[in-house]
C-alpha cells in the first residue's frame, strides 16, 4: 500500500507541486495540504516544500511558521511524525523552533542556483537510509536566504556542503535534524534531483529514505 505524504502549500510555494510529483515517482500517494487547514489528513509524513511563503516579507519563514496547518505539523512532529523541510520549507521550520539554528541571507547577498556536492553524515536517519556513511550526492540548491547560523551539535548534523560552500553556512551544513531526529531540514532541493533528465537522481535517495519509512509506518499500523 502506498504511504500517503502531505506537501504543504503556503501562498507563494512554488515547488509543492515539484515535490508530491517526485513523492509520487518514488511510489508514495502525495496529497497537498493547504497551509489554512487545522488539521491532517491521516498521513504518514510531511513534506514543507520550496518557495517563498507570504513573499519571504519579514524573515523567510517567519510569517508561514503562524499558519493553522503549522500547529498541526508540530503535533504530528511530537508524536514522532516524519517531518521534512525544503529550502523554504527548513526556513519555516526552523522560525517555528522544531529545528535549530536560522537561515540568514547568503554571505554573497546572491541568489545561488547550482548542482553542489553534498556529503551525508548521519546515514543512520530515517531520511537518509539509503545513503551510506560518507556518501556524496549532488542536489541542486536555490536560494537567498540559504545561509544555516547556529550551534548544534554533531549528531544533528545530517549534510554538509563536500567543497564549496555556496551559502556561506556555519561550518558548511546544509542539512540538520531535531534531537529525535524526525525532522529535518535542508537546503537543497531533492524534488529536483529524481528525474535523471535533470541531471542527478541522488534525490531519490532522500525523499526515497522518506517514502519507504513512511511505507514501513503504514505497515506498522495494519
Known amino acids: 500500500m502506498a504511504p500517503m505524504i502531505a506537501t504543504v502549500v503556503f501562498p507563494g510555494s512554488n515547488d509543492d507541486r515539484d515535490a508530491a510529483r517526485a513523492l509520487g515517482l518514488l511510489g508514495a500517494d502525495p496529497v497537498l495540504v493547504w497551509h489554512g487547514d487545522e488539521e491532517l489528513p491521516d498521513v504518514q509524513a510531511v513534506v514543507l516544500p520550496g518557495g517563498f511563503s507570504y513573499g519571504d516579507y519579514l524573515r523567510c519563514g517567519a510569517i508561514a511558521r503562524f499558519s493553522p496547518a503549522m500547529r498541526a505539523i508540530a503535533r504530528f512532529a511530537d508524536e514522532d511524525g516524519l517531518v521534512l523541510g525544503i529550502c523554504n520549507g527548513f526556513q519555516v521550520l526552523a522560525e ?96 529536483h534531483a529524481v528525474d535523471p533528465l535533470l541531471g542527478s537522481t541522488d534525490g531519490s535517495l532522500i525523499l526515497g529514505s522518506v517514502v519507504d519509512a513512511a511505507r514501513e509506518r503504514v505497515s506498522v499500523a495494519r
Open 96 to 191: 517555528a523552533g522544531l529545528l535549530p539554528g536560522v537561515l540568514r541571507p547568503n554571505a554573497s547577498l546572491e541568489f545561488v542556483c547550482a548542482d553542489v556536492p553534498l556529503v551525508v553524515e548521519r546515514p543512520d536517519l530515517l531520511f537518509t537510509a539509503r545513503c551510506e556513511p560518507g556518501h556524496e550526492l549532488t542536489i541542486p540548491v536555490k536560494c537567498g536566504e540559504g545561509a544555516w547560523y547556529g550551534e548544534a551539535p554533531d549528531e544533528q548534523v545530517v549534510l554538509r556542503y563536500a567543497r564549496e560552500n555556496p551559502t556561506g553556512a556555519v561550518d558548511g551544513i546544509a542539512a540538520v535534524c531535531n534531537e529525535g531526529g524526525n525532522v529535518m531540514g535542508l537546503m537543497p532541493h531533492p524534488e
